[in-house]
């Protein structure tokens, strides 16, 4: 069953007051309250161990936070159930840090992978991600399992696999991290232009140069909290509190 | 596009083919189908001799007809031979009797053979002379009727339906129906639990793969149905070798017990449905198979993640 669907708010992510912490330890997060309205494109700041991937991890629903409400989507996930939360991941795209590719499949089925749980019809499928693997440039990678691929040549793959099903909310944790200098402009492009779409991206990223080349707000974790800061702005200036 | 007829072959999302657990699996099935289906035999086989039993038995009687105690063995056996033809023509004057006849002297020896060894006469022995009498099919017999009738014409006669020692056997057929069907149940309730720790053996292995594909969007029915279907086609394949080896096996006890003497036993075959039964278990295993695998599915990672 999905939770209460927020209809006044515009919003894609809500969070009040949310705080996690890992079995008895210490608030990793504290006190988060974040809206992220529909089309919106946000950088993800903050030191190494600031907080980013478990922030990510709550938008992405593979934890709940340990206080607080999280709803997405306009539900609110404390009272999703697993079928529910499962439905909502449908329709979000992630690129993780460390790719989480299967091994044994190859680039093609790693991609295909979001479309067959939805049950899509296979020639469907098959024209899609054979559409996207051309575009990010290893349609002749598309028999290759993730072992014989590059560091690169993975990412693009979990990138693909990200956005192959025009996912209303796309959450990238280091997404140009591995790939070369010559493609990372083009990938960016691909976020962009599903922004441009009506898809709401979060970007976590260490990279300034990518900040500053792309003029969008950031959201910057510092001593457990989250902070807004306008684009082309320095940490340091201050920013507000969302 | 030229490219787009490249030939891709799919994988399964889980490689559940190959993992440790799958032989296992097979193997557990298999020995379960193969004491499943013997041990199905033989209720079946028990089943269908109770059937006879009753059949032949209640379509029959017998009367005994006590010798005469006169002293000289001519008298003695004329007078006996007198009870019984009077017990006889009571008998074929019943319209519910369709044949009568007394045991011939050779039919009586033949009986009290193992007791008295060969070359007896039964003429000179005070022994019990004996009517068979078959029933009309369906008929409605009053026992204490005919016993009395029987004792009113002749004091000498006594009926035995068969009653008393057919209870006996029925009461022993039934209980060894029982512990059969005990064994029957307990392989049921062991298969399921192979399968069920090897699917939670298997979940955990798979562990990563399917956080990915929960990730992605996946239902947990998604992934039972892929650990479904893995295990009803292991299950069946285990069974078609546990048939395989049941079949002969089957044979086997049933050639043995052909051999021992009584006639009891041979009556105890199987019928053509009993082995459509028997043939359609590795099916059956794999409807459990798959149920257990499904719900195991559905119940662990419910805690696991």
């Known amino acids: 069953m999905l939770g209460p669907v927020n209809n006044k708010s515009n919003a894609i992510i809500e969070m009040q007051n ?39 991890s709550m938008m992405y629903l593979a934890q709940k936070p340990s206080r607080g409400t999280v709803s997405v989507f306009g539900h609110n996930v404390n009272f999703a159930n697993r079928d529910a939360l499962a439905m909502l991941r449908r329709r979000i795209g992630v690129v993780f840090q460390d790719f989480r590719l299967i091994d044994h499949l190859s680039a093609f089925d790693n991609v295909a992978l979001p479309l067959r749980v939805c049950g899509m019809d296979e020639r469907e499928i098959r ?30 793959v979990a990138i693909a696999r990200a956005v192959i099903n025009r996912p209303d909310l796309l959450l990238a944790d280091e997404p140009t991290g591995n790939v070369d200098n010559d493609i990372a402009p083009k990938l960016m492009k691909l976020f962009v232009e599903l922004n441009r779409l009506g898809t709401t991206v979060v970007i976590a990223t260490h990279s300034e140069k990518l900040i500053s080349d792309f003029a969008y707000p950031r959201l910057h974790l510092q001593n457990r909290n989250l902070k807004i800061f306008a684009p082309n702005t320095p940490v340091n200036m201050g920013g507000f509190h969302v | ?135 009309k099919p369906h008929a409605d017999v009053d026992f204490m009727d005919l016993a009395y009738s029987l004792s009113k014409a002749t004091p000498m006669a006594s009926v035995d339906n068969h009653k008393l020692w057919l209870n006996k056997l029925i009461q022993f ?24 720790y090897t699917t939670q053996t298997s979940l955990g292995l798979h562990r990563y793969t399917i956080e990915i594909l929960h990730l992605m969007g996946a239902k947990d029915t998604y992934v ?82």
């Open chain 1, 127 to 156: 024209k899609r991600v054979m559409e996207l693997l051309q575009w990010v440039e290893l349609d002749r990678s598309i028999q290759a399992t993730p072992a014989t691929l590059s560091g690169g040549e993975k990412q693009r």
């Open chain 2, 1 to 135: 596009m030229s490219k787009n007829t490249v030939f891709i072959a799919r994988h399964e999302e889980l490689p559940l083919k190959g993992d440790s657990t799958s032989l296992f699996l097979q193997i557990m099935v298999a020995i379960a189908v193969f004491l499943f289906a013997v041990t199905l035999s033989g209720v079946l086989s028990i089943n269908s001799m109770l059937y006879n039993w009753n059949e032949s038995i209640l379509g029959s009687l017998t009367v005994q007809i006590m010798p005469s105690t006169n002293i000289d063995p001519d008298k003695a056996l004329a007078e006996t031979l007198e009870h019984q033809n009077k017990a006889l023509e009571l008998l074929k004057s019943l319209n519910y009797v369709e044949k009568a006849a007394p045991l011939t002297d050779k039919q009586l020896e033949k009986l009290i053979q193992p007791w008295l060894g060969d070359g007896i006469e039964i003429k000179d022995l005070p022994v019990p002379r004996i009517i068979d009498v078959k029933l």
């Open chain 1, 18 to 56: 949310v705080g996690i912490r890992y079995g008895q330890g210490p608030e990793i997060l504290s006190d988060i309250k974040l809206s992220l309205k529909k089309g919106s494109f946000h950088f993800l700041t903050g030191k190494s161990g600031a907080g980013k991937t478990s922030l990510l």
């Open chain 2, 173 to 196: 057929a039934d209980g060894i129906k029982i512990l059969a069907l005990s064994i029957l149940a307990l392989v049921i309730m062991i298969t399921s639990g192979a399968i069920f």
């Open chain 2, 224 to 305: 039972a149905q892929q650990y479904a279907k893995r295990s009803a086609i292991l299950a069946f394949q285990g069974g078609i070798i546990g048939l395989l080896l049941a079949v002969p096996t089957i044979f086997g006890i049933a050639s043995l017990a052909q051999q021992i003497e009584g006639g009891i036993i041979s009556e105890a075959s199987l019928s053509s449905l009993d082995w459509l039964v028997i043939i359609g278990l590795p099916v059956f295993a794999g409807i459990i198979a798959m149920l257990t695998a499904y719900y195991t599915v559905k119940q662990t990672l419910q805690k696991m993640m």
